[in-house]
């Protein structure tokens, strides 16, 4: 068996991941859990985290290390935020402690906040260690796709520069299960032409949002679109929205995609509408983001794995 290292935690909104990672930083096992920071009960996380991996914690005796919302003010407690530009080493030097049980201590990664050339402030707390340890080049643009979207320029050794923050994903929830859009959808059916419509349509328009968005009903009532293509119409304009918003104030040719596959698919293929090229970061950033801190915070010292 090999030997453990560290306990690396990634801790968000819906989803719970832990990580046993041996000297090298690499897995040795991985237990996931349902228990998001929003489905835990009376903020019982610490009997969350034991109920997932206590005997780690009780028979391996390492350090602990969490990224994500359970550094938030919804969270066990709130890690604060570091100023941009930001690095992996001002990071580490500023985690969070708390006491999991005796002997145990959790550090959490702080998040990172940033006032936009828009003059708005962002925030955002996990992505900053998905981006560490994706090992992007600098001058690299990463676009982050989920409920909260993050586009994120980077600079020298991965600082994060800037970034802004899009709630698409959330907005398709909402709109799908709470607005009269809704009414007329039938879910579960893939209609990648309808898709790539409303990109185009929400690129054309994304100054436009408030009016272009009801194109999703008035679609549907004219029949241009049927009712298993309107949830991937919505789709498109408001992924196009986005794009369209974020090209508009910064051109770019190319940026990387970091993120679930099926919603970076969806990325890519309107971006490439968009004339601009991606490429795929590696889908385990989080977790060698995570030992990368650790390491620098001092917690634990990396060996090279040996070669066989």
């Known amino acids: 068996m090999s030997e453990a290292s560290l306990i690396a935690i990634d801790w968000g909104t819906s989803n719970l991941r832990a990580s046993l990672l041996d000297a090298a930083g690499r897995p040795i096992e991985t237990r996931n859990s349902a228990a998001g920071i929003m489905a835990v009960p009376?903020?019982?996380?610490?009997?969350?985290?034991?109920?997932?991996?206590?005997?780690?914690?009780?028979?391996?005796?390492?350090?602990?290390?969490?990224?994500g919302m359970i550094g938030s003010r919804q969270g066990w407690v709130e890690a604060p935020y570091i100023d941009s530009p930001a690095?992996?080493?001002?990071?580490?030097?500023?985690?969070?402690?708390?006491?999991?049980?005796?002997?145990?201590?959790?550090?959490?990664?702080?998040?990172?906040?940033?006032?936009?050339?828009?003059?708005?402030?962002?925030?955002?707390?996990?992505?900053?260690?998905?981006?560490?340890?994706?090992?992007?080049?600098?001058?690299?643009?990463?676009v982050l796709p989920g409920t909260h979207s993050k586009?994120?320029?980077?600079?020298?050794?991965?600082?994060?520069?800037?970034?802004?923050?899009?709630?698409?994903?959330?907005?398709?929830s909402v709109l799908t299960r709470h607005s009269i859009l809704g009414r007329l959808m039938h879910f579960g059916a893939a209609r990648p032409a309808v898709f790539d419509d409303g990109v185009r349509l929400g690129l054309a328009q994304h100054a436009n949002a408030a009016h272009v968005i009801f194109a999703a009903r008035t679609a549907g009532l004219k029949g241009k679109v049927d009712a298993e293509g309107l949830p991937d119409y919505l789709s498109g304009i408001l992924i196009g929205i986005e794009i369209g918003s974020v090209?508009?104030?910064?051109?770019?040719?190319?940026?990387?995609?970091l993120g679930d596959d099926a919603l970076c698919e969806r990325y890519r293929a309107a971006l490439r509408i968009a004339d601009v090229g991606t490429t795929h970061a590696s889908p385990d950033a989080t977790t060698r983001g995570q030992w990368q801190v650790a390491v620098q915070a001092g917690?634990?010292?990396?060996?090279?794995?040996?070669?066989?």
């Open 247 to 257: 090209l508009a104030r910064h051109p770019l040719r190319d940026v990387a995609l």
């Open 42 to 67: 009376e903020r019982r996380f610490r009997q969350v985290l034991l109920s997932l991996c206590g005997d780690w914690i009780d028979g391996r005796r390492v350090p602990l290390i969490a990224s």
């Open 151 to 172: 586009w994120v320029w980077l600079g020298p050794a991965g600082s994060i520069e800037r970034f802004q923050t899009f709630m698409t994903g959330e907005l398709y």
């Open 299 to 308: 917690l634990v010292e990396e060996k090279r794995a040996c070669k066989v």
């Open 87 to 142: 690095d992996l080493a001002a990071a580490a030097t500023q985690l969070t402690r708390v006491e999991v049980a005796p002997g145990a201590v959790l550090h959490i990664v702080p998040g990172i906040s940033g006032l936009g050339d828009d003059g708005v402030h962002d925030v955002m707390r996990g992505e900053e260690t998905q981006l560490w340890g994706a090992g992007l080049a600098s001058g690299s643009c990463c």
